[in-house]
């Protein structure tokens, strides 16, 4: 996860839900190479073996991923507090039993939490990301799909239709970036085992 425009310390990078699973070994990840990263969480305390281990290395900070406008406002209090940004990877989503729901069992509510998270989130912040990528002179735009986008699995449906939107959304997005030296990627997990569960 580097480009040429990265500092020579290492990548300033966002991380949403970086604090556990998936976005705690991307977080260190990115440590290891490094770097500095902001944390982004509902519940900031799920960070703090982090911060207990890195230091101010980890920042973590309060984002709902929902909002658009608490989107645009961890974006840009993250790239203040690192001095900029080289990397944002999209991780937050809801997932696992928060994100089961068969056809007949579907509300209003479990659909549009599900795509304003997994979808709403990863648009909103790519897009307040843009201009502190920009100003880095370019960056990378990282999406955290899933094997369901391509095979859905029982019981997941609007899970598994934010997850093959997020497929449109990184060509489109790469394809609109490309010019401004911004590389976008999605990548897709199978299962993976949970150490435990953070907002």
Do not use: W
Request: net charge neutral; with cysteine; charged share 15%.
């Amino acid at each position: 996860m580097t480009t040429p425009s990265m500092p020579a310390g290492g990548p300033r990078a966002i991380v949403t839900g970086g604090a556990a699973n998936i976005g705690r070994a991307i977080t260190e990840a990115l440590l290891a190479a490094g770097g500095r990263v902001v944390i982004g969480q509902r519940n900031i305390a799920a960070a703090s073996a982090l911060v207990e281990r890195y230091g101010d290395r980890v920042i973590p900070l309060r984002v709902d991923v929902s909002d658009p406008a608490a989107c645009r406002r961890f974006v840009d209090a993250a790239a203040a507090a690192l001095g900029g940004l080289d990397v944002l990877v999209n991780n937050a989503a809801v997932t696992g039993a928060s994100a089961i729901a068969k056809l007949a069992d579907i509300t209003p509510e479990h659909f549009e939490n599900v795509v304003r998270v997994n979808l709403g989130g990863v648009i909103f912040c790519s897009q307040a990301a843009v201009p502190h990528l920009k100003a880095a002179g370019g960056g990378v735009i990282v999406h955290i799909s899933s094997v369901n986008a391509v095979r859905p699995q029982l019981g997941a449906l609007v899970y598994a239709a934010t997850k093959a939107g997020l497929t449109s959304v990184t060509q489109s997005m790469a394809k609109e970036l490309a010019a401004d030296g911004i590389r976008v990627v999605a990548i897709a997990p199978g299962d993976i085992a949970l150490d435990h569960a953070a907002e």
